[in-house]
């Protein structure tokens, strides 16, 4: 049952004097996924990232990646690996084709394959420019089309869409999303937003202050969204004792009845149960969370409940 | 082989970025100072050297060759890292499947050729301004070829170490204060006990303990570029 993992990390640590900037973390990503690594502004995204690619070690703890031991086999594993770590780095002074090319003859690519990573991120026509006058987003493009330029099996990008437009964050999410089907490539894709992620990531990580607060599937975040049914009732107390003697789990929060996931006959049956027993019934809400506020739950209390 | 692509990426790199210039300015600075100063007191030094011309006027440009070489060394050095450092390069070029060793060493190779460019235009220079003096077609060849290319060796330990400086850390008022230091130092070479590495450069010209002075040259800058590596090696990306 359980796929290929691409990325697997024990207990990763890194410490920075002291401090704990990734703490204990063990991130598995299988073959052919994209995972969506959240984390609010500082909680170690890309600590993790420059790790997982070799730039910075790791105080403690191991990385694997496609089977192997970064320490012992770097370079075998970079090979396989296009990387984008926070804002892009490029050499101002050159062209994007230059950029690149200097990229190519290390991965030792075919020439062509600069034209077509060019074309993939929609530079072509801006690519014998000098990088130092592109914008912001052309110069995310770029770092993306170096990324792709070894034709990995493991993409790692770290906030892709930072400073790319509403077209340009369609478009690179359209990107990724393909990645998986069209070329079977693994991409890691970081962010601080839940909603980008949701649209692309079949699992996602979320990372807070350094730790793994939560990892599986998209589905179960979203099957997490506790929706509950809430009753305002002119007795609280009793009517919540009522309920209960019916067999219905439920809760009193600010003198409101709070139950998780009714179905619509519960329902019926529970307010027809209260009118009985003489409540008077002002209102039943049904409460859903939006995937944004379990995910700020999850940074907020460090888990979910 | 990788070696040579990352060098040859370096070539790439150093466009435009006032590299070139450097390595021209050099030895057409050295070779216009005494060119300034034969000029305007053109029969006096023809006087004071009338046994040797060739020799005077290679005398002249030998004193400033060390000096030159180290402050060369300093900024092309600061240059050659700035491209990395200057829009944090390093996190894109080190995750690329090249071993760090591999990519240090090939910048310690584009700045002993661009020095070596330097010391070749200096021979060049030296014949030319040499026949525009009128000092005789009996060019020294092996002597101006000599004094232009062992100083070099003699500067090898001290590019070791500003490149790893400059490399290391970003801010590069750090390796070129570093480098301004020696050059200065290296101004009073003379007092220097023989050991003292910054004497090397003079040592290497001639000398009882030319020889000495040149392997050690080599020895040490070869132990500073491995110590160098080894350190670029471990060091955490930002
Ligand atoms: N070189 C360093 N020295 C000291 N502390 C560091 C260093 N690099 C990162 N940190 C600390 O580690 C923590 C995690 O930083 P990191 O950059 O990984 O966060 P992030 O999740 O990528 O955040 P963002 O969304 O803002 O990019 C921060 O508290 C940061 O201050
Ligand atoms: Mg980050």
Known sequence: MMSELVIQTRNLNKRYRGRSAVSNLNLEIAKGEIYGFLGPNGAGKTTTIRMLLGLIRPTEGSVQIFGKDLNKEKLNILRRVGSLVEYPSYYGHLTAVQNLETVR????????????????????????????????????????????????????????????????????????????????????????????????????????????????????????????????????????????????EGTMQQGMLQFPNLNDAQVALLVKRLVDSSHDVYRVEEKKKSLEDIFLQVIGEGGIS | MMWGRVLS??????????????????????????ALNFGLRYDYLMEAYKEDVWGGLIVNIVIF???????????????????????????????????????????????????????????????????????????????????????????LPILALQLWLSLTYSNQAISVSMGITIAIASLFAAKYDEWVPMKWPNMALDGPHQIEAIVASLFVGFTVLLLGMAHFSRKDVA
């Open chain 1, 105 to 248: 003859r290390i991965l030792d690519v075919p020439r062509s394959r600069i034209d077509e990573v060019l074309d993939i991120v929609s530079l072509t026509k801006e690519s014998k420019r000098a990088v130092k006058g592109y914008s912001l987003g052309m110069k995310q493009r770029l770092g993306i089309a170096s990324a792709l330029l070894g034709n990995p099996e493991l993409l790692i990008l770290d906030e892709p869409t930072n400073g790319l437009d509403p077209a340009g964050i369609q478009e690179i999410r359209e990107l990724i999303r393909e990645m998986p089907q069209r070329h079977g490539i693994t991409v890691l894709v970081s962010s601080h937003l839940l909603g980008e992620i949701e649209q692309m990531a079949s699992t996602v990580g979320i990372i807070r202050e350094g730790e793994m607060v939560f990892q599986n599937t998209i589905q179960n975040l979203k099957d997490r969204a506790s929706e509950g049914i809430r009753i305002v009732v002119s007795e609280p107390e009793e009517a919540i004792r009522v309920a209960m003697d019916q067999g219905f």
């Open chain 2, 9 to 34: 990426t370096d070539f790439i790199k150093i466009r435009g970025k006032g590299i070139w210039f450097l390595v021209f300015l050099g030895p057409i600075g050295l070779i216009a100072m005494q």
């Open chain 2, 65 to 155: 060759i060390p000096m030159s070489l180290i402050m060369g060394i300093t900024l092309l050095c600061s240059l050659m890292a700035n491209v990395e450092h200057q829009t944090s390069s390093w996190k894109q070029l080190l995750a690329l499947p090249v071993s760090r060793m591999t990519v240090f060493s090939a910048k310690f190779g584009l700045g002993v050729i661009l020095l070596l460019v330097s010391c070749a235009l200096l021979v060049l220079g030296t014949i030319a301004l040499g026949l525009g003096l009128q000092l005789g077609t009996d060019i020294p060849y092996q002597d101006i070829v000599r004094f232009c290319f062992l100083p070099f060796i003699g500067t």
